[in-house]
């Protein structure tokens, strides 16, 4: 499902799940954590999360099949998505998300959650729970927030429809947009600078930024309300009919209900 690599100290992680467009299946995670693990064991200094070169889709996003059926307390499901962004922040070194082809769903949170962002002019990302009717858990909608202003936030969140990777880098979500003939040389000459970078201070201040952007005030009565409402979602004959749509492939018939 990857492949991994590292070279003078940079480390790539390549997605090459083809049969199922790079889906995030709990497999496919655990096999990125077992990577970055192995990364933090060999001294990586920055590493590189990318799909096979020329893909048309970089994520389909969560493995839809691996979600729980209607009427499940989210709380009780072991996202393995929420695993994988915890490693991606907490991983001592900085992470360069290189991005060809579309982005989807949860691996638009999985893009933003890493610490730079290059991409492709015909990359494209879409939010899409909205399509599917699943809710988004509080920790994922604030990786959107400390990435994104809360207005675009919004039009990802409720349109569902893909933004191009132009519009993101003009508004400072993305860091670089360059021609696929070049993103792999302009990634790869980034995180051989980073490297020659004193590692210990990059490893402090990216703790200390992570530390920061999660510093949310949030009334413990505040919190309940969020969680409580991912559970209506969950709940709903429109969460089942999404999923199932997915798995048949038509367009769902959503009652708001």
């Keep these: 499902m990857i492949s991994s690599k590292i070279e003078s100290a940079v480390g790539t992680i390549t997605l090459n799940y083809e049969a199922k467009r790079n889906a995030l299946s709990e497999a496919l995670v655990n096999a990125e954590i077992a990577a970055l693990a ?3 064991q060999l001294g990586v200094r920055c590493a590189v999360l990318r799909a096979v070169p020329g893909v048309k889709v970089w994520s389909s996003g969560h493995d839809v099949s691996e979600l729980p059926g209607g009427g499940v307390d989210p709380l009780g499901w072991r996202d393995p998505l929420r695993h994988l ?3 991606l922040e907490n991983f001592t070194a900085p992470i360069i998300a290189m991005i060809e082809g579309s982005v989807w769903g949860g691996a638009c949170e999985t893009v933003l959650a890493c610490d730079l962002i290059i991409a492709t002019p015909e990359a494209t990302f879409a939010a899409t729970p909205a399509k599917h009717s699943v809710p988004y858990n509080v920790s994922g909608l604030l990786t959107f927030l400390n990435a994104a202003h809360i207005h675009i936030a919004k039009e990802m969140l409720f349109t569902a429809q893909p933004i191009p990777a132009s519009r993101l880098e003009r508004m400072g979500i ?4 360059v021609p696929a003939q070049d993103i792999e040389e302009f990634t790869y000459a980034m995180a051989r600078q980073i490297v020659q970078n004193a590692p210990l201070s990059i ?6 930024l992570r530390i ?10 505040d919190f309940e309300r969020i969680q409580g409402l991912r559970r209506v979602v969950y709940s709903s004959n429109d969460y089942s009919e999404g999923i199932s749509a997915f798995k048949e492939k038509r367009k769902p018939e959503f009652h708001g209900r």
């Design 38 to 40: 192995e990364f933090t």
């Design 85 to 87: 962004i915890r490693e």
């Design 174 to 177: 993305i860091n670089h947009v």
């Design 203 to 208: 490893s402090v201040m990216k703790e200390q």
């Design 212 to 221: 920061l952007a999660a510093a949310h005030t949030m009334s413990p009565q």
